[in-house]
C-alpha cells in the first residue's frame, strides 16, 4: 500500500507539474552526463528493468529505480536514487524489497570549450546496499560529455570506490572492505536534435570483492514530446534500451524503460 500510494504520488508529479527544457531528460539510462539542473530545478526519472541473469541462475529479475537530482547552484546538485526489487522471478519472495539507496553531490567543474569536454566530478554515498551482508559504499566519479560534432555527442565516465560489509563467517562476525569500479561509455546520434537520439551503452561494473566484472552492450532511444496533450507530456523523455550481457557474469539480455522530466 505504502508503495503503491508514493508511487501515484510520483506520477502525478510527473504528468501535471509544469515543465522547463533541460539536457537532464536526455541522460541515457545508464551513463551520467556532465550537465547539473538550474538552481532551483529538480530533474526526475523512473526506471524499470527486466533481466535474465542467464547462467546465475533460472529467476528473472524486475526492479524500478527511482532517481531524483536537485539543482541547489548554478553548476552543483544532490542526488537521491533507490532501488526496488519488484521480483525475483517464478512469484518468489527472495530478495525482494528495496535494494539499495544512495545520495550524493555532484559539481560541474568545466564547460565544454574548443577540444575540452564538460567535465563533472561526483561522489555518492550508499548506506544500505545488498540483502544478504550489510554493505555500504562510497563511489567517486569523473564524468565527461563532449560534442564531436553538431549530430555526435560522447558521455563517459569513471568511478572508483569502496565497499564495506559485515559478513557470517560462522564463528563470527566479519568486516571487508573491497575495490568498486566503474567505466561508461555513450556514442550518441541526434538523429532529430533535442527529439529523438539514438546511442550505445557500454556499462562495466566490478566488484572486486565478489570477483565480478558485469559488461553490457545496450543499444538505447530517448523519445521526447515536445507537442502539448491532455496529459501534459510536453517536454519529458521516454527511453527504451535492450541490454546484453558480454560475459559470464553479465544477465544475458534484458529491457530496461524509463521516462524522465526537469520540473
Known amino acids: 500500500m505504502r ?7 510520483l506520477l502525478f508529479l510527473f504528468l501535471f507539474n509544469g515543465t522547463v527544457h533541460g539536457a537532464h531528460i536526455l541522460e541515457p539510462l545508464g551513463t551520467e552526463t556532465a550537465a547539473t539542473p538550474p538552481r532551483g530545478r529538480m530533474f526526475g526519472q523512473l526506471v524499470y528493468s527486466l533481466l535474465d ?46 535494494e539499495e539507496i544512495s545520495f550524493g553531490l555532484k559539481h560541474r567543474v568545466l564547460d565544454e570549450t574548443g577540444d575540452l569536454p564538460d ?8 548506506p544500505s546496499s545488498g540483502f544478504e551482508i550489510s554493505d555500504r ?42 575495490g568498486i569500479g566503474v567505466i561508461n561509455i555513450t556514442p550518441i546520434y541526434k538523429a532529430i536534435p533535442d527529439k529523438l537520439m539514438l546511442m550505445t ?31 501534459k507530456m510536453q517536454n519529458m523523455a521516454f527511453k527504451f534500451a535492450f541490454p546484453v550481457g558480454l560475459t559470464g557474469d553479465s544477465p544475458d539480455f534484458g529491457v530496461r524503460l524509463g521516462v524522465s522530466k526537469l520540473f
Open 119 to 126: 567535465l563533472a566530478f561526483g561522489v555518492d554515498f550508499a
Open 3 to 9: 508503495r503503491h500510494a508514493c508511487l501515484t504520488v
Open 53 to 98: 541473469p542467464g547462467n546465475q541462475g533460472s529467476r528473472t529479475r524486475s526492479a524500478l529505480s527511482i532517481e531524483f537530482e536537485a539543482g541547489i547552484g548554478e553548476r552543483t546538485q544532490l542526488n537521491l536514487e533507490t532501488e526496488d526489487i519488484i521480483s525475483a522471478g517464478d512469484g518468489g519472495e527472495e530478495g525482494k524489497g528495496i
Open 201 to 231: 551503452e557500454l556499462n562495466i561494473d566490478i566488484d572486486r570483492g565478489e570477483k565480478i566484472s558485469e559488461v553490457t552492450f545496450s543499444p538505447e532511444v530517448i523519445f521526447v514530446v515536445q507537442t502539448a496533450t491532455f496529459l
Open 137 to 178: 559504499s562510497i563511489l567517486a566519479t569523473l564524468i565527461f560529455s563532449k560534442n564531436i560534432n553538431p549530430q555526435i555527442l560522447l558521455h563517459a565516465n569513471l568511478g572508483y570506490g569502496i565497499k564495506t560489509g559485515i559478513s557470517d563467517t560462522g564463528t563470527g562476525a566479519a568486516v571487508h572492505r573491497d
